[in-house]
């Protein structure tokens, strides 16, 4: 999508995520990366595999990368306000909630995009709302909630 790093190549390089880590080889390997607007946008194309069975998008797979787009939105304002990872962690903040609704079927042979955008956030959570856009118009969105993760005695 750009020269630059995506901001999972930069902030979490060694995060294993099935959706977003770049270390999972096996993975979606989204990225996502800042926008003029301060939206945060990624492309994905879905795989064969990620049939519904009737032809569309899993609602799964649509699920887990609006969750792993809103980590980018979430890590990328973290960083933008020195929120980082406590030592042992690969994140700052962790997904606590995730509201998802589906408008629309997502193709399985085109490549979506996927926007996001900060709503609230402190130093100890933050809510992130991402899309899932195709052929002009939203197929799925999400509210996430994230919160700070922080070691336990």
């Not at 899993?58 to 304002?77: E, Y």
């Not at 799925?140 to 919160?147: G, N, P, Q």
Request: glycine share 10%; proline share 7%; charged share 30%.
């Amino acid at each position: 999508m750009r020269d630059e790093l995506s901001i999972q190549d930069r902030l979490y390089p060694d995060l294993p995520c099935f959706g977003c880590g770049p270390v999972n080889e096996r993975g979606l390997r989204l990225k996502s990366y800042p926008g003029d607007d301060g939206e945060i946008v990624a492309r994905f194309t879905p795989w064969p595999e990620h049939d519904n069975g009737t032809g569309f998008l899993n609602g799964g797979i649509i699920a887990t990368v609006l969750d792993c787009h809103s980590a980018a939105v979430v890590t990328h304002a973290a960083d933008e306000r020195g929120l980082h990872a406590f030592e042992g962690a690969l994140l700052p903040f962790l997904t606590a909630g995730i509201d998802v609704r589906y408008r629309r079927p997502s193709p399985l042979r085109e490549t979506v995009t996927l926007r996001g955008r900060l709503l609230e956030a402190d130093e100890s959570r933050m809510t992130a709302a991402v899309e899932l856009w195709w052929d002009g118009k939203v197929r799925a969105e999400a509210t996430a909630l994230w919160k700070r993760w922080r070691p336990r005695d």
